[in-house]
C-alpha cells in the first residue's frame, strides 16, 4: 500500500491541469480539436483552407491564425496518443508488443528514479531488465543495467553494484558482437537494394559474409545473431535462385519456431511464411504455393504494406497456377484496400501492370476498361529506368497489345526496342529464358504472323526454354506470366487473328 500511496502523492502534485490527450469516446463534443481530427479522418477536407472553413466556418486572417495554432496543438495530442496504440494485434509485428512495454516500463522506472523514489524504480527497472532479456533485446538489457548500476551507487549497495556490473560487461560484449553481425547483414541488405550489377558483385562477397555470420552466432548464440544468419542464407540462395533451398529453411524454421527453438517474443513468422510461398512461386510449384498463400494471407493486417506485398506473390501465384478469376478478385481486393493509395509510386505502377497482364488473358474478366489499358500499354512507367525487376514484362506487353491491335508501325518500333534492349542487358547467360522469348516474338514477324509456322518454327526456342534454368534475383526480370504459358497465349491470339481475317474475307466476298 505504501508504494500505491507515493504513486497518488507524485501523480496528484505533479499531474497537469489539462492533460494533453483527445477524448475520442465524446462523439457529441464540438471541441475545434476533435473536429478537425474527425475532417481528417473523413479525408474530404484535405487543403489548409478547406479544412480552415470546416472548422471555423470561414477564411480570414484570424481563422487562418487560429488554425496554426490548432494544428500543432493537435499534432502534438495525437503524438501523445502514439504511447497508447494498441500492439496486441497478431497480424502486425510480434516483437512490437513486447519493444513498446520495454519502453515503456523503462520510462516510468526513470520518472521515480528522478523523484528520488529508488524503491519503487528498482522494481520497475528489475522487471524491465526480465522483459528485456527473455525478448533478447540486448540493447535495452544493457541500458537497464547501467542505469541499475547508477542508482546502486545512490543507494550505497556496494555488492548490488558489483553483481550489475558484471552484468553489463557480457550485455556489452553480446552487443558489439550483435553490432558486428548486423553490420555485415546491412552491407549486404545495401546491395541487395541497389541496382542489378551490385547485386551481382555481391554474390562473390556472399561466402564470406556468412562465415562471419556463422562465427558470430556460434560465439552467443542468441536471437539477434540467429536472424542474420536467416535472414543472409535466405538472401543468398534468392540472389542465385536456389528457390528450393529456401522452402528447406522455411520448412526448418517453421518447425524449430512451432518447438520453441526460436524465440517467439521476437521471431516475425509473417517473413517467414512469405518467403515460403514467394519461393514456391519461383519454383514453378505454382498450385502448393496458392494453397499456402490462402491459409497464410489472414496473418497479414490490411493497413501494413507486407499486406500489399504479400498479396502480390499470391495474385503471381494464382496467375501461374492460370486460376485467372483469382487473380481478379485479388485484384479487386488490392484496389479496395483504402491503404492502396499510401504505396510508393513504383508499387502503384507494378499493380497496373499486373492488370494490364491480366487484361490482356481475360479481358472479359478484368477490371480494368479498356481505355485505361490503352493508355498504360503504350506508356513505360518510371520503375523501368534503372533497367531492371519489370522491363522484360513492360516490352512484352507492349509488343503483343500492338500484335492484337495489328499495329504494324507500333509494333517494329517495339521489335526494334526489343532488340536493342537485348543486346543492351540481356547479354549474361542467366537472362537466357529472356533472350528466347524474345526471338520467339521476332519470329512473329518474321513468320508474317502466320501461327502455323510460328509454331512449327518456334518450336525448338520452345523446347530450350523449358530447360533454360530459373534465373535469381540478382538477375533481376521478373516473368509475370511464364513464358511458356504466354507463348501458348500468344499462338492462341495469332489463331484468332488468321480466323478473323478468314472471316472478314468471307463476309467481304458475300457482300460482293
Known amino acids: 500500500m505504501d508504494e500505491l500511496i507515493t504513486l497518488v ?31 481528417l479522418e473523413e479525408g474530404k477536407l484535405l487543403t489548409k483552407n478547406q479544412l480552415t472553413k470546416g472548422v471555423y466556418g470561414k477564411i480570414d486572417d ?17 503524438l501523445n496518443h502514439l504511447y497508447f496504440l494498441d500492439q496486441t494485434d497478431p497480424r502486425h509485428i510480434v516483437s512490437k508488443q513486447y519493444d513498446q512495454q520495454c519502453l515503456g516500463l523503462f520510462h516510468q522506472a526513470k520518472i521515480l528514479m528522478g523523484e528520488s523514489e529508488y524503491k519503487l524504480a528498482e522494481k520497475l527497472f528489475r522487471k524491465f531488465m526480465r522483459l528485456s532479456s527473455e525478448a533478447e533485446f540486448t540493447h535495452y538489457s544493457a541500458l537497464g543495467a547501467r542505469v541499475l548500476r547508477k542508482m546502486y551507487v545512490e543507494m550505497g549497495r556496494p555488492a548490488d553494484y558489483r553483481a550489475m556490473s558484471d ?73 542465385i535462385g536456389n528457390y528450393q533451398k529456401i522452402i528447406a529453411i522455411t520448412t526448418e524454421t517453421e518447425k524449430a519456431w512451432q518447438e520453441d527453438k526460436i524465440n517467439k517474443k521476437r521471431f516475425d513468422k509473417r517473413f517467414n511464411n512469405y518467403m515460403s510461398v514467394y519461393a514456391h ?11 499456402l498463400a490462402e491459409g497464410y494471407f489472414k496473418d497479414f493486417h490490411h493497413s501494413s504494406g507486407n499486406w500489399f506485398y504479400f498479396l502480390e506473390t499470391y495474385l503471381l501465384l494464382a496467375i501461374h497456377a492460370k486460376q485467372y478469376g483469382q ?31 491480366v487484361q490482356f488473358v481475360r479481358p472479359e474478366q478484368s477490371v480494368l476498361k479498356m481505355r485505361h489499358f490503352t493508355q498504360l500499354v503504350q506508356m513505360v512507367p518510371d520503375y523501368s529506368r534503372d533497367k531492371q525487376g519489370y522491363n522484360v514484362a513492360i516490352l512484352i506487353l507492349q509488343f503483343l497489345y500492338f500484335m492484337q491491335q495489328r499495329d504494324i508501325e507500333g509494333l517494329l518500333a517495339r521489335l526494334e526496342g526489343l532488340r536493342k534492349y537485348e543486346q543492351r542487358h540481356l547479354r549474361d547467360p542467366a537472362t537466357l529464358r529472356s533472350q528466347l522469348f ?25 523446347e530450350r526454354l523449358l530447360a533454360a534454368p530459373l534465373p535469381g534475383q540478382a538477375y533481376g526480370e521478373i516473368e509475370i506470366i511464364p513464358y511458356e504459358d504466354l507463348w501458348e497465349l500468344t499462338l492462341d491470339m495469332l489463331r484468332q487473328l488468321a480466323a478473323d481475317d478468314v472471316a472478314a474475307e468471307h463476309a467481304s466476298r458475300n457482300r460482293v
Not at 62 to 78: A, D, H, I, P, Y
Open 9 to 39: 502523492k507524485i501523480v496528484t502534485d505533479r499531474r497537469l491541469a489539462v492533460l494533453p490527450f483527445l477524448d475520442f469516446s465524446d462523439k457529441e463534443s464540438t471541441n475545434k480539436d476533435l473536429t478537425l481530427v474527425r475532417l
Open 327 to 357: 487473380a481478379v478478385q485479388l485484384l479487386q481486393q488490392a484496389r479496395k484496400n483504402p491503404y492502396y493509395s499510401k504505396q510508393r509510386p513504383a508499387a502503384q505502377q507494378r499493380w497496373e501492370l499486373y492488370e494490364a497482364y
Open 281 to 291: 512461386l519461383q519454383c514453378r510449384q505454382a498450385r502448393e504455393g496458392l494453397e
Open 167 to 239: 552484468k553489463l560487461t557480457v550485455f556489452q560484449t553480446h552487443l558489439m558482437l550483435e553490432d558486428e553481425a548486423e553490420k555485415v547483414y546491412t552491407d549486404m541488405k545495401l546491395a541487395l537494394n541497389h541496382k542489378v550489377y551490385s547485386r551481382k558483385s555481391l554474390l562473390i562477397q556472399l561466402p564470406t559474409f556468412e562465415k562471419k555470420l556463422e562465427e558470430i552466432h556460434e560465439e552467443i548464440g542468441n536471437y539477434n545473431t540467429f536472424y542474420f544468419l536467416y535472414a543472409a542464407r535466405i538472401s543468398k540462395h534468392e540472389l
Open 62 to 78: 484570424r481563422s487562418s491564425t487560429n488554425f496554426r495554432k490548432l494544428k500543432s496543438r493537435v499534432q502534438q495530442k495525437l
Open 438 to 462: 524474345f526471338r520467339l516474338l521476332v519470329l512473329i514477324v518474321k513468320e508474317n504472323f502466320k501461327p502455323e509456322a510460328c509454331e512449327k518454327k518456334g518450336q525448338p526456342l520452345l
